[in-house]
Every structure is written in C-alpha cells, then in structure tokens.
C-alpha cells in the first residue's frame, strides 16, 4: 500500500462546477495534510494545508479532514480553465521533524 | 520577495562529470529540502536538513551528496552522474515553527 495515494485522473469538469479531489494515506499517526497545485513543468504552489478534522475553507477552495477514515479531500468551487493543473496531497507523517509525503498527483482539467 | 532560488533551471550534461545544484533561501528556514519528480513517481525526498551542519537522508539518497554549511544555503551535489538521475529537482524550505514547505523553480536535469 502506497503511504499517500490519489486517483491519477485525469478528472475532467465543466467551467462552473464542483471539482472534488481526494487522498487517502496510511499513517494513523499523521499531524498535517497538504495540497500543493503544480502546473505542467512548474513547482509545486501550497494552496491550503489543514491540520484539524472538519473543514477547512479559503476563497474557493475547501480542504476536508477525516482522520478516522485516513483521508483528505480538496474541493474547488467555481472552477475555472485556470485551475487545471495537477493537483498534489502532501502528508507529514511524524511529529517532531517534517517529512512530506507525497501522492503522485490527480490531473484536473476545467473544460470552458 | 521570499522566495527559493534554484541554479541552474537546465543542465544537460554526461555520465561520470561531477555537478553542483545550488539552492537558496532569504526566509531564514531552518528546514530545507531536495526532492526528486518522475513521472508516475511523484515527488521523493532525496537529503533533508534541520539546520546548519544537520543533514540526513531522505527516501532516494543514493548518488547524492548534500551540505549545510549557511543557514540559506543547500547545495546537492552529484559526484557521478549517471542517466538515472535525469529527472526534474526542487528544493523546498521551511521554518520549524511551522511545517509549510515553500519550494524553488526547479531544475532540469538531464544526464547523457
């Protein structure tokens, strides 16, 4: 089992809608949860981190915390042709030093 | 303008013709980090450091070498290239105080 996973996508949405994207990880012990966006031979852009269960919201982005049910979800309102990109879950999985895990990205593409 | 700097952004060079990466930081982040991005693979850690002279390994060290010699300074040195390590590198910074990484423009390695 991969220690961060996300679905490869591409997920593919209409300019307007909800685009939904989700990471499941394997560390019970895990502290803080990322989301980095990455355009096509770009770095990686922090869009939103979230350390607590529940929601998270910042403009049109909501982050979603389960740590019962390892997982954390990306939620993007609104979405827009500018938002394609793949979308990185980064995991920190030890208190006391900070170790990123990453999942190897969804790929969003906003169709106009 | 804090920011990670990353030189060069392109290199194409041959096996065996030792090369310097250079990273750096104006955030005054004791953190730094090298990543490694291949497709299909994602990001993965390859040194890490916690501080001045604090260096360890991250998950992909082999044929690496790192230093820490400044606080804003964190080259990666490869002392022997070979084609497996053509691959796209980041550094990434952060302060301990908070465990956000900020990462540089990345570098385009391409070995021959």
């Known amino acids: 089992q991969k220690e961060v996973e996300q679905n490869s996508g591409p997920l593919s949405v209409p300019e307007g809608a909800i685009a939904s994207l989700n990471c499941t990880y394997s560390?019970?012990?895990?502290?803080?949860f990322f989301w980095y966006r990455q355009y096509s031979g770009k770095s990686p852009e922090l869009i939103m981190f979230?350390?607590?269960?529940g929601d998270k919201e910042d403009g049109r982005f909501t982050a979603q915390l389960n740590k019962a049910s390892q997982y954390v979800s990306l939620l993007i309102r609104d979405s827009q042709p500018s938002d394609s990109a793949t979308y990185l879950c980064?995991?920190?999985?030890?208190?006391?030093?900070?170790?990123?895990?990453f999942g190897t990205g969804t790929r969003l593409l906003v169709s106009p | 303008e804090a920011q990670v700097t990353q030189n060069p952004r392109y290199l194409i060079t041959v096996t065996g013709k030792k090369l310097t990466v250079t990273c750096s930081q104006n955030m005054n982040h004791e953190y730094m980090s090298w990543y490694r991005q291949d497709p299909g693979l994602g990001l993965r850690q390859i040194y890490y450091s916690m501080n001045v002279e604090v260096t360890d390994k991250g998950d992909v060290p082999e044929g690496y070498k790192v230093s820490r010699k400044e606080k804003r300074n964190f080259p990666l040195i490869l002392e022997s290239p070979s084609p497996n390590q053509t691959s796209l590198y980041f550094c990434?910074?952060?302060?301990?105080?908070?465990?956000?990484?900020?990462f540089g423009p990345g570098t385009r390695l391409t070995v021959l």
């Open positions: 560390d019970r012990g895990s502290q803080s």
């Open positions: 980064a995991v920190n999985m030890r208190t006391g030093f900070q170790k990123l895990v």
């Open positions: 990434a910074s952060s302060s301990i105080a908070t465990d956000t990484q900020y």
């Open positions: 979230i350390y607590s269960n």
